[in-house]
């Protein structure tokens, strides 16, 4: 009897196990998948103008943010994997809306970063530029962690910065509607994704605030 009751809990527990696993794989991947269709829409039209390319930015920033929060601070290992495929899935879609983008180009002038245009900023003809951007900021941000990292008040303003960033996930692509005065080109599945991962931030930033509120506590 006793031995039907361990097999009955070692499955209960490998049970729990693999939904963890699968939670964690759609937790992972599940924030990148809305962009699957807008990336094969694009390709298929071999048109950009219904997607925001500015989305890509808000993005790239919020989720490098987001990774200098977790050296910070440690949160969830499913959330910062989450933030590296969603860099990675952003790049894919900056690397091919900069590909349509110059296949379609009449005019033969780039625009790059060392061109320092204001009025061009994020509308860069080359792929690399996007990325040196993101480097350097990446490279501010690693700079400025390392010399306030001891700092509990900078980390968490990190983590601020992240979910502001992240709730304004929408912004640029309602923009991008208003100026083409049309949603044609933009898929709606990555406008529920945007939704989906805007509810997502309060959850991990809300956690750690209150593992800070226990680490103030305890220095008083």
């Not at 033969?108 to 350097?136: I, M, P, V």
């Not at 991008?176 to 945007?194: A, D, E, I, P, W």
Request: charged residues 15%.
């Amino acid at each position: 009897m006793d031995a039907e009751v361990v097999l009955q809990e070692e499955d209960m527990e490998g049970s729990w196990t693999l939904l963890s696993w699968l939670a964690s794989f759609v937790m992972v991947f599940g924030g990148a998948l809305p962009y699957v269709p807008q990336y094969q829409e694009i390709q298929k039209s071999s048109n950009t103008e219904g997607f925001s390319t500015r989305v890509c930015l808000v993005l790239l920033i919020a989720n490098i943010l987001r990774i200098f929060f977790w050296i910070g601070k440690q949160f969830e290992l499913t959330l910062l994997l989450q933030s590296v495929v969603m860099i990675l899935t952003m790049f894919a879609m900056l690397h091919l809306c900069c590909t349509v983008q110059n296949t379609n180009r009449v005019s033969t002038k780039q625009h790059r970063l060392s061109d320092l245009n204001l009025h061009y900023f994020w509308k860069w003809s080359a792929f690399e530029d996007y990325l040196l951007f993101c480097f350097g900021f990446t490279v501010v941000c690693a700079v400025i962690t390392l010399l306030l990292l001891d700092s509990v008040v900078f980390v968490e303003t990190l983590g601020s910065l992240a979910v502001m960033f992240e709730a304004m996930l929408g912004v640029p692509q309602l923009l991008q509607n208003f100026h083409n005065r049309s949603t044609k080109g933009m898929r709606y599945s990555v406008l529920q994704g945007q939704t989906e991962l805007c509810s997502l931030p309060s959850h991990w930033h809300t956690e750690a605030q209150s593992d800070f509120t226990l680490v103030r506590e305890s220095q008083q």
